[in-house]
């Protein structure tokens, strides 16, 4: 039974370079989302997908941001011309609705990103 | 609005020794999830417990137990017997039953478990 799985684990990035995180969501579960976490903060909600569809974007996912689901599998999160405020972690996770489940989402180890 | 309040930062214990960690929310649902996770220096969000509003049942796993009380909006998590192995950073959070289900964290409480 494999959890949640991130690539890479950490970036290091020159300010105005691109980045693309991956992600790989437990593989029954639907519902697969991003969080952002900065240090001594909880994380904070990003975006949303069920299978393939983009439900739901935070006011935090400026433009620079896009996520994609291409197949309701895998997902990427691309962040354009970054700029040193983006470091942090990138946390993905994934759920399976239900009264069974609860919704319970469960997370991967996240990706850090540093932009230098 | 959906808040999360955890007025702990940071806690240290002696090992064997209890300890309480406080969550406090504010929501206008009239249900919802509350969870805690835990989130060890490696980064990993552990999923640890999941409690319905409408079931105020205190839960006890182990030496982990929950104490849910609607009527204080509060939803504390105790560890009895602490063990270095502990030692991480807690977050309580809060979902709608409904919609995306997204979670709403605290700023999490640090604890630190000295041998």
């Known amino acids: 039974d494999t959890g949640v799985s991130q690539d890479p684990r950490h970036k290091i990035t020159k300010r105005g370079q691109n980045v693309t995180f991956r992600c790989d969501p437990i593989?029954?579960?639907?519902?697969l989302y991003w969080y952002r976490q900065t240090l001594g903060q909880g994380p904070e909600f990003l975006t949303y997908?069920?299978?393939?569809?983009?439900?739901?974007k935070s006011r935090l996912l400026s433009d620079r941001f896009s996520a994609e689901r291409p197949k309701g599998s895998f997902s990427t999160l691309e962040i354009q011309r970054t700029e040193q405020g983006d470091s942090a972690m990138y946390l993905c996770a994934s759920s399976s609705p239900g009264p069974a489940s609860g919704n319970t989402i469960y997370f991967g180890e996240g990706s850090w990103l540093t932009v230098v | 609005a959906q808040k999360v309040t955890q007025a702990q930062t940071e806690i240290s214990v002696v090992e064997k020794e209890d300890v309480t960690l406080d969550c406090v929310y504010e929501?206008?649902?009239?249900?919802?999830?509350l969870f805690w996770y835990k989130q060890p220096p490696s980064g990993e969000l552990v999923f640890l417990i999941r409690?319905?509003?409408?079931?105020?049942q205190n839960e006890i796993s182990g030496r982990y137990s929950w104490n849910f009380q609607k009527s204080t909006s509060s939803f504390n998590f105790t560890i009895t017997a602490s063990q270095v192995v502990d030692s991480a950073v807690y977050f309580c959070a809060l979902s709608a039953l409904t919609g995306a289900n997204n979670l709403f964290f605290g700023t999490g409480t640090r604890l630190t478990v000295i041998p």
């Open positions: 593989s029954e579960h639907n519902r």
């Open positions: 929501t206008r649902d009239t249900t919802y999830y």
């Open positions: 997908f069920q299978n393939e569809a983009q439900l739901e």
């Open positions: 409690r319905n509003s409408f079931d105020e």
